[in-house]
């Protein structure tokens, strides 16, 4: 995977050209404003459930549930499934009200519900938010991709990338994008399963190579494995202040068949630099360049720059030993790195309780070759990755309110996505509006059962994916284990072509919707209300541009980050803002524009506040003391932020009673009744 | 009132179609979303407190794998078909605002 691979950039430039040609096509048929901005309303059930699943189905689903799945295991089933399941949400509550009620956005239903022309400048702000959050996993979609298959650097690829569909957006508008975007849904259900079905027919099925990891397997070190019970394995270690993450339970982890290259990035790469090995067996790593270890964990294996200090006796911890003569901390060139795994001790009884993986942090740039034979680096053990409360919700401490939340964040932020729910405009009524939901729950299913068998096959195939954190790239490599090496790197190109499908549907919609609101809610309705139309359609025109080289700079960011999580975070930010607007406003009464203002801003702000400092405690750019259970409150927000923003808009509107509108029942009729009954009325005319 | 338009009646009427409406609706969202909650709440707790069940294995998958993975994404859509159907109904219940307001006046429900 050193060099171009040819056939895969065939299938990634056709399907970039294929995008980009039907949107010109496309583009010539969109006249008005109002063709624009919502494609002017007159789409057909299929095809818009086509297009809105296409829209949906983003760099996370494609590539980022595969890699975060074969990362953790069982525990990131919650992604796929809440991702298609939070449309049943809609559904229920959300999808015909909105219809009805004939506003393109959620500023206009803002604007429109509540009588307020303030509250839609309020309102606007978390497509923004929210817009910018779900961007930049596109972006390192794209950086990881082009990565992959070209060789580029990272921030290449994401230029690449983001200039083609920022360009796209800007002279296209959405109705290019209505077709494009069913067309490329199918696409990606072709990219995501075929592929898999004919790596299955190799190496065997999606059961097959999920029982590979109940834990039967042999290895060299069993002896020292002991009853542990894996929740409990969040703990401080030793003398070292800094807090053990990775659970490392007994049990094996998958071993690589032959020898692979690997890149390390270093320090600038963190946390990917670092390396934790299995408890189980003997880890060798070569070093051509050598290298120079930064941290050796836990305590008892780091041995000082003399190589004097040993707290455990040697039988017990062999500990990590330079053959050539290294002192442990660094590796002259050529040097192997032998990683033993030991039993932890304890002093007082002299009994074993448990075996711990030894870990390092390599220090500069540098590549390494892991020998056959050895147990991945950084891979979950078996069971801890096979059975729920794995190494993603028991990282804190606090698995099953981990799970509870992200399942909150999932599902009520799919209901509250700006750049999803515009695709709502364009069917013909609340009935086709309801239908439409339906048929996208059947093709988002359909699509996710797949990225899941991506993951386990992958844990299997390509273990050392896991060494320097590159598992969101397995849809791309997995193919080319194949020993057909022309099948192989075709199969590659066509998953290479949909998650290219993938971040640029999921990035023009969000560039459409985030344009939208600025050109549409601040510049037509704050800044310049008198302006004309052309002068809108410029507005949108330049808008696209700045939030297309804001994402680009965004998406630099973010390459250590798993793509799924950071989508799920968006999630969290919608569930604790929109959705509370949207299910209040759509089915009570009583609430008030001051109510949903407030909740909307306290509950998406304090969320944003939390997530945002878990990013930069995780890249240690920030280190505040927080205990872990704050912690797991604060990487998953939704289950405090929700019941807060909810109770703040019923708090509140109870307080500011007299400020409901004077035809609120009208309003309430108008988003519940069916249109036969004469009422719909649309907020931009035709 | 035949000659009335839905835009004329007064701000009682409205209440009232709205309360209508909305009651019948929201009645099934909420049975809807009950039992999708039941499921998607239940198993978290059922892989925590029942692990003997969550982890038996079917076939290489283990069952709490099997029903999470795939068998959800059915059951999901079977309720969304569900509410549909029933939502539609209603919906042509409630169409014809007189007879809704009529009813309403002589006490009786629409549909039932």
């Given at each position: 995977m050193m060099g171009i691979s040819w056939i895969a950039l065939a299938f990634v430039v056709a399907m970039v050209g294929a995008t980009v040609g039907l949107g010109f096509y496309a583009t010539r048929k969109a006249q008005t404003a109002s063709d624009f901005f919502v494609a002017g309303r007159s789409v057909s059930v299929f095809w818009n459930a086509s297009a809105i699943s296409g829209e949906y189905l983003s760099a996370a689903s494609f590539m980022g549930i595969a890699g975060l799945l074969m990362k953790y295991g069982y525990d990131a089933l919650w992604y796929p499934v809440c991702y298609a399941t939070g449309y049943l949400f809609l559904l229920l509550f959300i999808a015909g009200p909105l219809r009805r009620f004939g506003a393109y956005t959620i500023p206009d239903f803002a604007e429109g519900r509540f009588d307020s022309p303030m509250f839609r400048r309020i309102a606007v702000t978390f497509v923004l938010f929210i817009g910018f959050f779900y961007t930049m996993p596109q972006m390192k979609g794209a950086g990881v991709v082009l990565g992959a298959i070209m060789n580029w650097p990272y921030w290449v690829g994401i230029a690449v990338v983001g200039a083609v569909i920022t360009f796209n957006v800007a002279f296209g508008g959405m109705k290019g994008i209505t077709f494009v975007q069913a067309f490329q849904y199918w696409a990606k259900v072709f990219a995501i399963s075929v592929p898999v079905f004919v790596l299955m027919s190799v190496y065997g099925g999606y059961g097959k190579n999920l029982g590979a990891n109940s834990g039967h397997k042999q290895g060299t070190a069993r002896e020292h494995e002991l009853p542990y019970d894996r929740l409990h394995d969040v703990a401080y270690i030793g003398q070292d202040e800094e807090r053990q993450v990775e659970p490392s339970a007994p049990g094996h982890t998958p071993v690589v068949a032959r020898d692979v290259l690997l890149k390390f990035k270093g320090h600038e790469g963190y946390p990917a630099n670092g390396l934790s090995f299995s408890p189980m067996d003997v880890t060798r790593l070569e070093f051509p360049k050598g290298v120079t270890f930064d941290k050796v964990l836990p305590g008892p294996f780091a041995k000082d720059s003399k190589g004097e200090r040993l707290p455990f006796r040697d039988d017990y911890a062999p500990g990590l030993k330079g053959n050539e003569g290294g002192?442990?901390?660094?590796?002259?060139?050529?040097?192997?790195?032998?990683?033993?795994?030991?039993?932890?001790?304890?002093?007082?009884?002299?009994?074993?309780?448990?075996?711990?993986?030894?870990?390092?942090?390599?220090?500069?740039?540098?590549?390494?070759?892991?020998?056959?034979?050895?147990?991945?680096?950084?891979?979950?053990?078996?069971?801890?990755?096979?059975?729920?409360?794995?190494?993603?919700?028991?990282?804190?401490?606090?698995?099953?309110?981990?799970?509870?939340?992200?399942?909150?964040?999932?599902?009520?932020?799919?209901?509250?996505?700006?750049?999803?729910?515009?695709?709502?405009?364009?069917?013909?009524?609340?009935?086709?509006?309801?239908?439409?939901?339906?048929?996208?729950?059947?093709?988002?299913?359909?699509?996710?059962?797949?990225?899941?068998?991506?993951?386990?096959?992958?844990?299997?195939?390509?273990?050392?994916?896991?060494?320097?954190?590159?598992?969101?790239?397995?849809?791309?490599?997995?193919?080319?284990?194949?020993?057909?090496?022309?099948?192989?790197?075709?199969?590659?190109?066509?998953?290479?072509?949909?998650?290219?499908?993938?971040?640029?549907?999921?990035?023009?919609?969000?560039?459409?919707?985030?344009?939208?609101?600025?050109?549409?809610?601040?510049?037509?309705?704050?800044?310049?209300?008198?302006?004309?139309?052309?002068?809108?359609?410029?507005?949108?025109?330049?808008?696209?541009?700045?939030?297309?080289?804001?994402?680009?700079?965004?998406?630099?960011?973010?390459?250590?980050?798993?793509?799924?999580?950071?989508?799920?975070?968006?999630?969290?930010?919608?569930?604790?803002?929109?959705?509370?607007?949207?299910?209040?406003?759509a089915w009570w009464k009583g609430l008030t524009k001051y109510g949903a203002a407030s909740g909307m801003l306290v509950g998406g702000f304090a969320s944003l506040a939390a997530i945002v400092t878990s990013m930069l405690l995780d890249k240690k750019i920030v280190t505040i003391p927080v205990t872990p259970l704050v912690r797991s409150l604060m990487e998953q927000p939704a289950i405090w932020g929700v019941p807060l923003s909810i109770g703040i808009m019923i708090a509140v509107s109870l307080l500011t009673r007299s400020s409901l509108p004077r035809d609120i029942s009208m309003k309430m009729l108008r988003l519940h009744a069916p249109e036969e009954m004469g009422l719909s009325k649309n907020y931009i005319e035709h | 009132m035949p000659d009335r338009t839905v835009l004329e009646l007064s701000a009682e009427e409205h209440a009232t179609l709205a309360h209508r409406v909305m009651r019948r609706q929201g009645a099934l969202s909420l049975r809807v979303a009950a039992v999708f909650a039941v499921l998607v709440l239940g198993l978290p707790l059922v892989n925590a407190y029942w692990p003997d069940l969550a982890n038996a294995e079917v076939g290489g998958f283990t069952v709490t794998w099997l029903f999470l993975g795939v068998l959800f994404y059915p059951i999901t859509v079977a309720l969304a078909f569900y509410f549909v159907r029933k939502s539609d109904k209603i919906e042509a219940e409630c169409t014809d605002w007189r007879a809704v307001l009529a009813d309403e006046a002589s006490g009786r429900e629409v549909g039932r």
């Open positions: 002192d442990g901390l660094s590796v002259p060139p050529g040097g192997v790195l032998e990683a033993h795994p030991f039993v932890n001790h304890d002093a007082r009884t002299t009994e074993h309780y448990g075996s711990r993986a030894a870990k390092v942090e390599i220090k500069e740039q540098t590549t390494a070759v892991l020998k056959a034979g050895s147990p991945a680096p950084n891979a979950p053990a078996d069971r801890a990755w096979l059975r729920p409360f794995g190494p993603l919700s028991a990282k804190h401490g606090y698995p099953l309110l981990y799970t509870y939340s992200l399942i909150i964040a999932l599902i009520c932020g799919t209901a509250g996505l700006p750049h999803i729910l515009v695709r709502f405009y364009t069917n013909p009524d609340g009935r086709a509006a309801k239908r439409t939901t339906l048929w996208v729950m059947v093709m988002l299913g359909s699509f996710y059962v797949f990225p899941p068998i991506w993951g386990v096959l992958g844990r299997n195939a390509m273990p050392w994916l896991y060494a320097n954190d590159t598992t969101d790239s397995i849809v791309i490599r997995l193919p080319t284990i194949l020993q057909n090496k022309l099948l192989g790197e075709i199969l590659s190109g066509i998953t290479a072509a949909g998650a290219f499908a993938a971040f640029m549907s999921t990035f023009s919609g969000l560039l459409v919707s985030m344009s939208g609101a600025l050109a549409h809610d601040i510049y037509g309705k704050i800044l310049r209300p008198k302006s004309s139309p052309e002068a809108r359609m410029a507005a949108f025109k330049v808008s696209a541009v700045a939030i297309g080289v804001a994402s680009m700079g965004l998406g630099l960011l973010v390459e250590t980050f798993d793509i799924a999580k950071m989508v799920g975070w968006a999630f969290a930010i919608a569930a604790a803002s929109y959705f509370p607007l949207l299910l209040l406003g | -």
